[in-house]
């Protein structure tokens, strides 16, 4: 099996840190706590050596559910998810290690998901509210998910 080749030196802290900021900047509500732990999660699964891509789906899911619940599915942790998937961490071409469908959903968290407050049109038109997300996410099937 292959090895995962880091984005090395961005460590979560720091890419939470960018993320909070960010979500500052922008005027933002404050980001719940809620989210931080699980983001995390999906940092730690996408760091591991080898990548578990049923962990990684494990993680998704759970940062999916939890924006798709009233306290949740709110427009700063929309946008912090958001954010955080667009942040310089996680393996190159992760794709190979994961398989392009669930590449996919993580690409799409850091597309439109900012948009699923505000602008819900938009996010919908790009199959990328959490609600949409998450049904992606569930449906994944991987001939490495066991790994």
Known sequence: MREPALNAGVSFESAWASVVEGGQAAGRDPISPDLEPL?????????????????????????????????????????????????DWGPEDPELFIGDELNDVLVDMGGALHDTILYPHIAENFFSTPEQLLERAVNVKSPWDDR
Do not use: H, W
């Open 39 to 87: 983001l995390r999660q999906l940092y730690e699964t996408l760091e591991a050596n080898p990548v578990s891509t049923a962990a990684v789906k494990t993680a998704i899911i759970a940062v999916l559910r939890y924006l798709t619940t009233p306290d949740g599915r709110t427009d700063a942790n929309c946008y912090a998810a958001n954010l955080f998937m667009l942040e």
